[in-house]
């Protein structure tokens, strides 16, 4: 891992370029390409006890409040408000308890930059959300499905710093609302939008912020 900083931990870290994000972006056009070829269903209504997994990617914003500072004689502060847009990537895993319902967890890996004139050591805020969530649909039996969700969990921040270490506070508190929509191009693999607004209680601060993302949804259904 490495070494302490200040009574927290610092370790090094490779930061993903670009090309981790376009190799998502392909195989979620390559899976909305399968899917047309596919044909189109007559039914798209789940079934009770029907699994399904999905992978979205977004972007977003935050907004923070008050900072964080290491232990130590000469701590080092980074303010939470010092960051704001981002992007993120999610895995999404469903479990339908009936034909109107269903319950899940999710995994979040959220990145927001540090703003334009920031002068703060970290260039980075990370954020990965652990959620279990759970989901109202309307409209189920038509192609175009509407949906709420609930969650919560935790998060493990890290802050990434310009010298390609980390920072890591400490896991904190998640709260998350959100709303979406699921066009089924077969009963088994729908196109997944969504908006959600988190709440996160990190050390010493809180922060808002809201991401919006679209992926693909696989259902397992059963024949």
């Known amino acids: 891992m490495g070494r302490g900083v200040d009574g927290k931990h610092r370790v090094q870290a490779r930061r993903p370029g670009s090309r981790r994000v376009l190799r998502i972006l392909g195989i979620l056009a390559f899976g909305v390409f399968l899917s047309l070829a596919a044909?189109?269903?007559?039914?798209?209504?789940?079934?009770?006890?029907?699994?399904?997994?999905?992978?979205?990617?977004?972007?977003?914003?935050?907004?923070?409040?008050?900072?964080?500072?290491?232990?130590?004689?000469?701590?080092?502060i980074i303010p939470y408000e010092a960051f704001d847009l981002g992007f993120g990537l999610g895995i999404h895993v469903r479990y339908s308890l009936d034909r109107r319902s269903a319950?899940?967890?999710?995994?979040?890996?959220?990145?927001?930059?540090?703003?334009?004139?920031?002068?703060?050591?970290?260039?980075?805020y990370q954020v990965n959300n652990f959620l279990a969530r759970y989901y109202v649909y309307f409209a189920r039996r038509e192609r175009l499905s509407r949906y709420i969700a609930a969650g919560i969990g935790f998060h493990r921040p890290s802050f990434r710093l310009d010298d390609q270490e980390n920072i890591l506070p400490g896991e904190g508190l998640t709260a998350n609302l959100g709303v979406g929509l699921e066009y089924f191009f077969t009963r088994a693999v729908a196109l997944d939008g969504a908006v959600d607004g988190y709440l996160l209680r990190p050390k010493g601060g809180s922060i808002v912020a809201a991401e919006a993302r679209i992926g693909l949804q696989l259902y397992f259904i059963r024949r």
């Open 39 to 76: 044909g189109e269903a007559k039914a798209y209504e789940q079934r009770t006890s029907t699994p399904s997994v999905g992978i979205m990617a977004g972007i977003g914003f935050m907004s923070g409040s008050d900072e964080f500072a290491t232990e130590g004689t000469t701590p080092t």
């Open 103 to 124: 319950i899940g967890v999710s995994f979040e890996d959220l990145r927001f930059e540090r703003k334009s004139g920031e002068d703060t050591e970290a260039e980075q």
